[in-house]
């Protein structure tokens, strides 16, 4: 079993930056991929950006250059550094983890989720 816990969302400008952090429980966490997702009312969950247990990284086509996801295994945790955010970036963000050693995308993929951090992007 691996629990996830996030942390860091909260209301900024157009503009800002926010760092997420997703605190993993459990051993095995080095060996899982971690990937970030969203949810935005009325909309489905979205890939927001993933990274493999040996930093290989892939992210969503709308946040690219913006966003980054990296790792700390010795502290079992993931982070999503967020910049130039924008109003459309706003959503719950969810950490999850998956027993793959691919950046998958799928949400179906992931075999563990936290609760979610709530980000909002003020225009």
């Known amino acids: 079993q691996v629990q996830l816990v996030e942390s860091g969302g909260g209301l900024v400008q157009a503009g800002g930056s926010l760092r997420l952090s997703c605190v993993a429980s459990?051993?095995?966490?080095?060996?899982?991929?971690m990937g970030w997702f969203r949810q935005a009312p009325g909309k489905e969950r979205e890939f927001v950006a993933a990274?493999?247990?040996?930093?290989?990284?892939a992210y969503a086509d709308p946040v690219k250059g913006r966003f980054t996801i990296f790792r700390d295994n010795a502290k079992n945790t993931v982070y999503l550094q967020m910049n130039s955010l924008k109003p459309e970036d706003t959503a719950r963000y969810f950490c999850?983890?998956?027993?793959?050693?691919?950046?998958?995308?799928?949400?179906?993929?992931?075999?563990?989720w936290g609760q979610g951090t709530q980000v909002t992007v003020s225009s």
């Open positions: 999850a983890a998956s027993n793959t050693i691919h950046p998958v995308i799928r949400p179906d993929s992931y075999d563990y």
């Open positions: 459990g051993r095995t966490f080095r060996s899982y991929t």
């Open positions: 990274i493999t247990w040996s930093g290989i990284a």
